[in-house]
């Protein structure tokens, strides 16, 4: 129990104790009951008739207030500010609109490509954690390969966490030498249980990151990634960049049937279909069975039957997959 929260120090305590257990007593009394310095007692004597926990009208006979009410006071004093300091940090905000309007003036006169050269090793892992921080939709990343090292993945597990419990989409691609090293797989799998989205393909690509289709952030060289990133924010080449992107995400597999391949492509009944169709709009298993015009035990029979083969731990997730192999 910390009561320096609300201003208390711990000789205050006891000497508030003392005179909540020994009523009428002086303050004279104390230093030799408690042990304590003169001079000691006297300042928490000072602080406790400052905070109104003590009556010192009459020194010889000192009244303590009753804790319910001189505790409960000071909590709330204590919140009262704290809440004005949280209003005081949130105004701050509103200097962004203004620091944006000197931004775009600046961007006006801007007659050089926006392309930013980031050559420090720290500055480019500070400078992938805001843009992370302030991404508010969706990060594309190619992974070319390996090597992964143990830092390096300890370091972007924390930021791909963050986003995706931000409910941010998170699409990779990676090579499949990549999930040659066992710590890397590792990370990928609890990537995909947090609801990324992770494919695999052996064609040639460069390393790329891309936040809310705005900002790509590329190698300076390829063949060193020591020498740097280029943080580019030229829409025309955005663009070009997210096409590039687009085509090897379609042409890639999901991780799981990369490490597990289907025997063949399940066929799907008319049925079927329309259950899975139904799956993700429906919201109880009444109301899907009667649009159907099938049974509640026959609709349920095909819903588990379906989630198991799409491998899906909830209805939600089967009408996801479905959707990504197309089955719907």
Request: aromatic residues 6%; charged residues 30%.
């Amino acid at each position: 129990m910390d009561l320096s929260v609300i201003g208390i120090t711990p000789q205050a305590e006891q000497v508030y104790r003392f005179f909540l257990k020994h009523k009428g007593e002086g303050v004279g009394s104390v230093p030799e009951a408690l042990g304590m310095d003169p001079d000691t007692v006297e300042e928490a004597v000072d602080l406790l008739g400052r905070l109104s926990m003590l009556d010192l009208t009459d020194r010889y006979r000192v009244t303590a207030t009753d804790p319910r009410v001189a505790i409960e006071r000071l909590v709330e004093q204590r919140l009262e500010e704290l809440n004005a300091e949280i209003r005081r940090v949130f105004s701050a905000r509103d200097a962004i609109s203004s620091f944006q309007d000197d931004k775009r003036e600046g961007d006006k006169v801007a007659s050089i490509l926006d392309i930013e050269r980031v050559e420090d090793g720290a500055r480019v892992r500070q400078r992938l954690d805001d843009l992370a921080f302030f991404c508010y939709k969706e990060t594309l990343c190619l992974h070319p390969g390996g090597p992964f090292t143990e830092v390096m993945i300890e370091s972007a597990l924390p930021l791909d966490q963050r986003s995706l419990r931000r409910g941010l989409a998170l699409k990779q691609i990676f090579h499949p030498k990549a999930i040659e090293d066992p710590r890397m797989l590792s990370y990928l799998r609890e990537l995909v249980n947090l609801g990324a989205e992770i494919r695999i393909t052996d064609q040639h690509m460069d390393r790329m990151l891309m936040y809310d289709r705005s900002v790509a952030v590329v190698p300076i060289d390829p063949s060193h990634h020591s020498a740097g990133a280029l943080l580019v924010r030229e829409p025309g080449l955005i663009s070009q960049l997210y096409i590039y992107f687009e085509g090897l995400w379609k042409g890639a597999v999901e991780l799981r049937h990369h490490l597990d391949p289907p025997d063949e492509e399940p066929a799907l009944s008319q049925m079927e279909q329309r259950i899975l169709t139904v799956m993700a709009t429906a919201d109880k298993d009444e109301i899907a069975a009667r649009e159907l015009d099938i049974s509640v035990r026959t609709y349920r029979r095909y819903v588990a039957d379906l989630m198991a083969r799409l491998g899906a731990n909830n209805r939600f997730q089967a009408a996801l997959r479905a959707k990504e192999e197309n089955w719907i």
